[in-house]
């Protein structure tokens, strides 16, 4: 064999480092395409089956469990790129007082929603519930993996034990999600806005408050249905129960407002210090004028779901309510 036929050529060596930069280009376009794919499938879905559906029905089940089966956006938080961030923006970003709160919260969440999983004998409704724990459980590790990019120190973590009373655990991560999800809908755009992170990190995050979105209408939808469903005699125990839920969420949250858990597990190291300079995320934005931003955004994130699925009403009625007094 002579060399001229081993050793390829100057021509066919360009040609060849030509071909392959040419299909890892194609590659990066079909790799981006995809990835833009999952965030459109996963903020726009509506079933194709015409006709109105009835709260409470079958029919709504089917609704609401399929919105969030098919809308499961299936990125891998280990292959998150977090980018580069310059001393200013990384100071801020590590002294946010949130931190220790998130990453528990996500882990409560993941092992509630997972027990109550374990109690529900309808296939489609458990397979919904236990992608809502292990998306859930992701979100843990987007923040773990976040926390470690960044180098920011975490409190020890409690060990996260599912609840004695499953429906309990559900209703108090079902509706503190309701509450904690439209502000950070605000408090997210308010950051953005200001540009208090870098836009690669928030575009980074985005598709977790999204989900967050998807949560809460899987949620509202659930309680709805569910209300509906059980025997009349059964309603006013439930119901007391819901009032109980939202009693704990309060004090919960004027706990956390204090700097104190109201279960009395650890509070955020950093939470009190941090508040004043970080609440409002870079933004001059009046309270009246973050909560218009919240309601706007959260308007904007429910947009693409199917109209037929009930939104989540108390929280921005509520919040309509405090506008009005704040005048
Ligand atoms: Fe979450
Ligand atoms: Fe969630």
Same mark, same amino acid.
């Given at each position: 064999?002579?060399?001229? #036929?081993? *050793?390829?050529?100057?021509?066919? +060596? @360009? ?12 590659? %990066? ?8 794919? %999952? ?13 109105? /559906? ?13 919105? #969030? ?9 280990? =292959? ?12 801020? =970003? ?8 998130? =990453? ?40 773990? +993996? ?7 120190? $975490? ?15 559900? $209703? ?29 990190? =928030?575009? @980074?995050?985005?598709? /977790? ?7 809460? #209408? ?48 650890? +509070? ?53 309510? *405090? ?5």
């Amino acid at each position: 064999m002579s060399d001229a #036929l081993a *050793a390829p050529s100057r021509t066919e +060596k @360009t040609e060849e480092s030509g071909a392959e930069a040419r299909a890892t280009a194609a590659a %990066a376009i079909m790799a981006k395409t995809a990835v833009e794919q %999952a965030d459109y499938a996963m903020r726009n879905w509506t079933d194709p089956e015409p006709g109105p /559906v009835r709260l409470g029905s079958a029919r709504h089940l089917r609704l609401f469990c399929d919105m #969030l089966l098919q809308t499961h956006n299936p990125y891998k938080p280990a =292959v998150i790129d977090w980018p580069r961030l310059d001393p200013d923006a990384l100071r801020r =970003v590590t002294s946010l007082p949130i931190w220790d709160i998130a =990453v528990q919260t996500e882990g409560r969440a993941s092992v509630r929603v997972q027990a109550f999983a374990d109690t529900v004998a309808d296939p489609l409704l458990r397979s919904a519930l236990e992608m809502d724990g292990a998306e859930e459980a992701r979100h843990k590790v987007v923040l773990s +993996k976040l926390v470690e990019a960044y180098g920011i120190a $975490l409190a020890p973590e409690p060990e996260y034990l599912p609840p004695t009373d499953p429906e309990w655990g559900w $209703l108090a991560t079902g509706y503190s999600e309701c509450i904690d999800s439209f502000f950070a809908f605000g408090l997210f755009a308010a950051a953005r806005k200001s540009g208090y992170f870098p836009a690669e990190l =928030v575009e @980074t995050f985005e598709p /977790v408050i999204q989900e967050e979105g998807r949560h809460i #209408l899987f949620f509202v939808n659930w309680a709805a249905w569910y209300r509906r469903s059980l025997p009349w005699w059964r309603r006013p125990l439930y119901l007391l129960k819901v009032a109980r839920v939202w009693l704990f969420l309060i004090r919960e949250r004027i706990g956390i407002a204090r700097g104190i858990e109201a279960d009395g597990s650890a +509070k955020d190291a950093n939470f009190p210090m941090n508040m004043n300079n970080s609440a409002g995320l870079g933004t001059t934005l009046t309270a009246r004028e973050m909560i218009d931003l919240c309601l706007s955004e959260n308007e904007r994130r429910m947009a693409g779901y199917d109209p037929r699925l009930a939104r989540p009403e108390t929280v921005p009625r509520l919040a309509r309510l *405090a506008r009005r007094l704040l005048r």
